[in-house]
């Protein structure tokens, strides 16, 4: 489900060591990953959750 798909790493990530790394997959839904563990688990949205969550954060 998650192979075939494009996945972004947050702006917010610095990338280094341990950090904190959260990654999305944009397509007919959202999908967020721990990019550390990117063969792991993922939560997944309906586009229009992912915008209210986008939204109420920004």
Do not use: H, P, Y
Not at 11 to 24: F, K
Not at 38 to 50: E, I, Q
């Amino acid at each position: 489900m998650t192979a075939e798909r494009t996945w972004r790493k947050s702006t917010c990530s610095s990338g280094e060591g341990d950090s904190a790394c959260v990654e999305v997959s944009l397509s007919v839904d959202a999908l967020v990953r721990d990019s550390k563990a990117a063969g792991g688990d993922v939560l997944a949205f309906s586009v229009s959750a992912w915008r209210a969550f986008v939204v109420s954060v920004a």
